[in-house]
């Protein structure tokens, strides 16, 4: 499919693998600690750690021993600080529970709440309605067809 969402979640789309990566930019780093922060089962951990090292998300790495590894994010994999951000901000507003979200992240410098907007190029925040799809270089004719700038709320 050539749509980059759905080739971004079928890559990570899975509800163990994008855990998984949550606990790795929490400095996770051995198996044995991803099992234990997770819950997960061992097979499943073992298959999603194998999937997101084979696509270049995390890299296994020597650890102390030889045969020792531990697992750390890619520069691929750290490109998905905003997505995850993204995602903690929605869970927060929207399913939070009656004491609020489970945890906050703060800048260093600041201590100020991080927050994930969409920004034009001048820095000034977007809603869906600002915005307009149009066919890019990778698009079918088919898609382009019917794209034709449309906003992208519809």
């Known amino acids: 499919m050539r749509c980059s969402i759905a080739r971004a979640l079928e890559l990570i789309g899975d509800w163990w693998t994008m855990l998984v990566v949550r606990e790795a930019f929490m400095g996770t780093r051995r198996f044995d ?3 234990r922060n997770l819950g997960i089962a061992p097979n499943i951990l073992s298959a999603r750690l194998k999937t997101l090292v084979a696509s ?23 490109d998905l600080f905003p ?10 507003r929207w399913l ?10 703060l800048d ?4 100020m ?3 994930i907007a969409v ?6 925040i977007l809603g869906s309605a600002d915005v307009r799809v149009v066919g890019g270089r990778g698009a079918s004719a088919a898609l382009r ?3 034709g700038g449309v906003p992208f709320d519809g």
């Open 113 to 115: 709440p991080v927050a």
């Open 108 to 111: 260093r410098a600041t201590g």
């Open 145 to 147: 067809l019917p794209l």
């Open 33 to 35: 600690a991803f099992q």
């Open 56 to 78: 270049g998300i995390l890299a296994r790495v020597p650890a102390g021993g030889p045969r020792r590894r531990e697992y750390r994010l890619t520069e691929m994999g750290r």
């Open 83 to 92: 997505v995850l951000v993204a995602l903690m901000q929605w869970g927060d």
């Open 119 to 124: 920004r034009r190029s001048d820095g000034a």
């Open 96 to 105: 939070a529970g009656p004491d609020g979200p489970p945890i906050r992240l």
